[in-house]
């Protein structure tokens, strides 16, 4: 059996989420180093690869397939190998796959080491001119079952909430948002960091105006104010005890 000190390192490591100057030197680095990187979609880092000249051997690994891999990728690591996960785009573990093999590795009692880097909710939640202080990431809003609940659940968070979305549902899931949670502040990032960058920043009504007139294209991650803490409260106030 191999000794603590002799283990590998698991490394999460976040990749651009649009434009590839978005990768820090350390991840470069790391990924050059790795015996193998795991990736959600090899053609896509494949591009990231050809760009920084990066050749360490690639294996697929993805939301169907971890289970399967996760011991594999364990016993490399007792082996002593570093193995690097990168996602689709963004910051592995978020809402990407990351969570499960993070989890394994650490039950396991291996090394476990996450780099910083890209994540669209920070981005978007930084660039929406929202209270940044507070914030509930929300991924994705259920689909279906589950849906009304979770949104009646976040009518009374007072923090910042933020959502994944694709674009197909963004209408419907803006719709239901202003139904439920009100008229409030609320901003879209789209295809952010990439040259067709935008946001929209307003109130929910407006973004649903915008988004009927123009049919929404790309990835969007949308910002919605939390529930003021007072009837009537102006933002500054939403740091203040009551
Ligand atoms: N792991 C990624 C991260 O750290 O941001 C998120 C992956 S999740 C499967 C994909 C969702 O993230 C998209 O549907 C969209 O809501 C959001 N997203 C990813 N890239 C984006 C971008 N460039 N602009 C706006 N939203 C983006």
New binding site residues.
């Given amino acids: 059996m191999s000794s603590p000190a002799a283990a590998g390192r698991l490394f999460l490591v976040?990749t651009p989420?649009?434009n590839l100057e978005d990768v820090t030197l350390r991840a470069l680095r790391v990924l050059k180093e790795a015996d193998l990187v795991l990736c959600e979609d090899t053609r896509r880092a494949a591009i990231l690869f050809a760009r920084y000249d990066i050749h360490t051997p690639r294996e697929s690994f993805f939301d169907h397939n971890q289970a399967q891999r996760t011991p594999m990728v364990l016993e490399r690591l007792r082996q002593g190998q570093k193995v690097a996960l990168i996602?689709?785009?963004?910051?592995?573990?978020?809402?990407?796959p990351?969570f499960y093999l993070a989890r394994a590795a650490i039950e396991a009692g291996l090394p476990v080491e996450a780099l910083p880097g890209?994540?669209?909710?920070?981005?978007?939640l930084v660039g929406s001119g929202l209270p940044s202080d507070r914030f509930a990431f929300e991924?994705?809003l259920p689909a279906k079952k589950g849906r009304r609940t979770r949104l009646e659940q976040l009518k009374d968070d007072t923090r910042t909430l933020v959502?994944?979305?694709?674009?197909h549902r963004m209408i419907r899931t803006v719709t239901d948002l202003l139904a439920h949670l009100g008229d409030r502040r609320a901003a879209?990032?789209?295809?952010?960091?990439?040259v067709h960058?935008e946001y929209q920043r307003g109130r929910l009504s407006d973004l649903l105006k915008t988004l009927q007139e123009r049919p929404p294209r790309?990835?969007?991650?949308?910002v919605v104010e939390g529930l003021p803490k007072r009837r009537g409260a102006r933002h500054e106030d939403l740091s203040e005890d009551d």
């Fill in positions: 976040p989420i649009g996602s689709e785009a963004g910051t592995p573990g978020i809402s990407d990351g890209a994540c669209a909710a920070v981005v978007a991924g994705f959502f994944y979305e694709g674009p879209w990032g789209r295809e952010l960091t990439k960058e790309g990835e969007f991650t949308l």
